[in-house]
């Protein structure tokens, strides 16, 4: 399941209507790189049409992800404010939702109900991604971490509610971009 559905399975509509105002829209060139492991980032990403390539300098700078139309990134640095733990750049040609990380961090400090959505939304997320890496650790140390999917049958009841929400406000969310 893409990340950014847990997000907008929590989130109201002002929530969403804030992001859209507050962030911008990049396109990303082939090659570019969004997020340099361990340098400090300046804004969370949503990934909305391409793909972007995750490596570590600890894997040799392997390959050990891909991410799709719909996925966060950036939000483990957001969360922790330590330096990213891996490097990722644009597979191919790349649209990104880039919302400013100051300008985030002030609404949620400001906004304790909006804080509350989104801070549950990533945890939703980040515990479904622990959950998938744990499972793929049992089938061997040459297994790549690729969390693009997540079993609808394996989310919680609750996040369970939400999705068919989430997928349409997704749809939305890419209609009005597109229109932009």
Same mark, same amino acid.
């Given at each position: 399941?893409?990340?950014? /559905? #847990?997000? /907008?399975?929590?989130?109201? $509509?002002? =929530?969403? $209507? ?5 962030? !911008? &829209?990049?396109?990303?060139?082939v ?7 361990g340098?400090?980032? @300046? ?8 793909? +972007?390539?995750?490596? !570590?300098?600890?894997?040799? =700078?392997?390959?050990?992800?891909? /991410?799709? @139309?719909?996925? *966060? *990134?950036?939000?483990?640095? #957001?969360? $922790? ?15 990104v ?13 400001? =906004? ?5 959505? %989104?801070?549950?939304? +990533?945890?939703? %997320?980040?515990?479904? &991604? /622990? ?16 969390? =693009? ?7 919680? &009841? ?10 349409? &406000? ?11």
């Amino acid at each position: 399941m893409k990340k950014v /559905l #847990f997000i /907008l399975g929590e989130l109201d $509509d002002d =929530d969403i $209507d804030w992001i859209l105002e507050t962030a !911008t &829209r990049e396109e990303i060139a082939v090659g570019t790189v969004l997020i340099h492991e361990g340098q400090p980032i @300046s804004n969370l990403y949503i990934l909305l049409e391409g793909t +972007l390539a995750v490596r !570590t300098v600890a894997t040799g =700078d392997r390959e050990i992800a891909h /991410l799709t @139309s719909g996925e *966060v *990134v950036g939000e483990m640095s #957001f969360i $922790d404010t330590r330096p990213p733990s891996a490097t990722v750049l644009a597979k191919e040609p790349s649209l990104v939702l880039s919302l400013p990380r100051q300008q985030l961090a002030t609404k949620l400090r400001q =906004d304790i109900g909006f804080a509350s959505r %989104f801070y549950r939304a +990533l945890a939703v %997320f980040l515990s479904s &991604r /622990l959950r998938v890496t744990v499972k793929q650790l049992g089938l061997g140390s040459d297994a790549e971490i690729d969390e =693009d999917e997540l079993p609808l049958d394996e989310l919680a &009841r609750d996040a369970k509610d939400n999705v068919a929400l989430a997928k349409t &406000r997704l749809d939305w969310l890419m209609r009005r971009l597109k229109g932009s």
